[in-house]
């Protein structure tokens, strides 16, 4: 019997406002995915991630939905998304979903007529509207903070003009907060899930999926200063996190998928501390995968990788789940800089000109290429963030007046948010916008330097970050390594990173001297250059005998 493809995918994430521009307005859409899919056939993965395209104001770049059954006019249309899903499936790369179900937009009609409807009626139970404390109200109903920064509840005007309720945003205060514990919201989603399921989509991400469940009676809680915004490393109980209800809610929608044929998966969005924690996700009768953040976050250190992989790899398994690896997304520091940061930068944050510890970019690609090299020699489900082939670092240098992440505003630039892992990606170097729009338009500017790590850059170049994905991604296929079994190698220094899969030996030096390359056998794929008979530092390989 063969196994459902989710447990061994190369998963590549689009993030369609920056990846291809076919309209020439400066911000990508389906028909720009559509015109490249040729590009990730080649590439070598076997499915894609499109995060939000849904009817939005944009506010939060899609995370704020008006519409969840069509596509907004600046990607396009409900067409150019069936076109867009029949292009990949002919290339036999499966097609994942964006789901937001923790908030809509303040602009969607359910909202809309929250606002004008009275305390305690069932238009406003389908959120969080709560009285407000002291004396008239004045005070929010807690001392809860959004996640963009400020207070996560925004007062509301009455029909009669008074002030009234609050309502909750855990995110921008055009994000409120759905109230999961009305049925009727419950059902809006099944219907959700539904519609894109019967157009014939593979899969969905569920975004913020520890969210939506908040504790009974929504007590007071303050984070700490230093704590990851998504509750990635949350040691205490957070009233708004990983809340044990969450989990009914996905049984359901687990049920719902298993009456569709060909495999459909479900992706968790779960920032939790642990994996063992985020396993809980993707127990038999909930989700298929969960994000393996505690990996993605880990430093470049051979003792911090083996103990999460070994966590990871325990965990998963123990549920029935293949373990997911992920090393960038829209929503963190690209790897090519966050491996070589010389200062904490916490989830969400950002860096920028004025950020201390700004990384070396020539130690993090190198850093990224190994780090790589070894996450696709792992057993299980892989993720690519668009533009990691070509070894795109973040956008530093962003002018203040381009930015246009709500956390950015929210925090009054305290922050830098995540518009530098967000910038359009270069495909042609001698090309407007490097290839990403025809009219040279760009709705976040590209930086200069990127010009040499355009795709058309790359492509013939053997030594090039895109020869080295392609490489990895055919030779993981070759040698079964993602449906294979992890052994780990000891003898070796502490600062290396030494392991097993199949007849592949994967040595990674995370340490400042050269370490000596396994003997009798001969490299099959390096992150660079390897010295004679050495392992370098920040370089992994992949050996086999002979």
Request: hydrophobic fraction near 40%.
């Amino acid at each position: 019997m063969t196994p459902e493809w989710w447990r061994t995918a190369a998963i590549y994430q689009i993030y369609p406002r920056s990846f291809a521009d076919a309209s020439g307005d400066g911000v990508g859409d389906l028909a720009g995915v559509t015109s490249r899919m040729d590009a990730l056939a080649e590439l070598g993965v076997d499915a894609i991630w499109l995060s939000p395209f849904m009817t939005s104001p944009q506010r939060d770049a899609g995370y704020d939905v008006t519409d969840y059954r069509d596509v907004d006019p600046l990607f396009g249309t409900l067409a150019d998304f069936d076109a867009m899903l029949e292009s990949a499936h002919a290339r036999g790369i499966r097609v994942i979903i964006d789901l937001v179900p923790n908030h809509s937009s303040d602009q969607h009609v359910w909202f809309q007529e929250a606002l004008t409807a009275a305390p305690g009626s069932r238009e406003r139970a389908r959120y969080l509207f709560r009285d407000g404390r002291g004396p008239g109200g004045h005070e929010p109903p807690n001392n809860w903070q959004s996640i963009f920064g400020g207070s996560a509840w925004t007062r509301v005007t009455e029909a009669d003009g008074s002030p009234g309720q609050w309502y909750l945003h855990l995110f921008d205060s055009s994000q409120p907060d759905f109230d999961w514990t009305q049925r009727e919201v419950r059902d809006e989603f099944l219907d959700i899930l539904r519609f894109w399921l019967d157009r014939g989509v593979d899969g969905f991400r569920v975004d913020v999926a520890h969210g939506l469940i908040k504790e009974d009676g929504l007590p007071d809680y303050i984070q700490p200063e230093d704590a990851d915004s998504m509750g990635g490393e949350a040691e205490d109980d957070v009233p708004y996190w990983g809340r044990p209800g969450v989990h009914e809610v996905y049984r359901e929608w687990r049920a719902l998928l298993e009456e569709y044929d060909g495999d459909r998966a479900l992706c968790a969005e779960a920032w939790r501390p642990t994996a063992r924690e985020t396993a809980l996700w993707v127990r038999p009768d909930e989700m298929h995968q969960a994000f393996n953040f505690p990996y993605m976050m880990t430093e470049w250190d051979a003792a911090a990788l083996r103990t999460v992989i070994a966590d990871s790899l325990e965990a998963f398994p123990a549920v029935g789940a293949p373990a997911t690896w992920v090393l960038s997304n829209h929503d963190v520091i690209r790897h090519a800089s966050r491996l070589a940061l010389g200062a904490d930068s916490p989830q969400g944050h950002g860096i920028g000109p004025l950020s201390p510890g700004k990384p070396d970019p020539v130690v993090g690609l190198r850093r990224a290429r190994a780090a790589t090299t070894v996450m696709f020699a792992l057993p299980g489900s892989a993720y690519i963030y668009q533009g990691e082939e070509l070894g795109l670092p973040e956008a530093i240098e962003l002018p203040d007046e381009a930015r246009q992440d709500p956390t950015w505003f929210r925090t009054n630039g305290e922050r830098y948010g995540r518009d530098g892992c967000r910038v359009p990606i270069p495909w042609e170097a001698d090309a407007p916008a490097f290839g990403f729009s025809a009219t040279g338009a760009s709705w976040l500017p590209q930086p200069a330097e990127w010009r040499a790590l355009a795709r058309d850059a790359q492509r013939d170049d053997p030594a090039s970050t895109l020869s080295l994905y392609r490489d990895l991604l055919r030779l993981r296929r070759e040698e079964s390594l993602a449906s294979g079994d992890l052994e780990w190698v000891d003898g070796w220094p502490t600062h290396v990173l030494a392991f097993r899969n199949g007849r592949v030996t994967v040595i990674a030096n995370t340490g400042s001297e050269d370490v000596p390359a396994p003997e009798g056998m001969r490299v099959l794929c390096a992150s660079g250059p390897l010295g004679e008979g050495v392992v370098p530092v920040d370089t992994a390989a992949w050996f086999i005998a002979g």
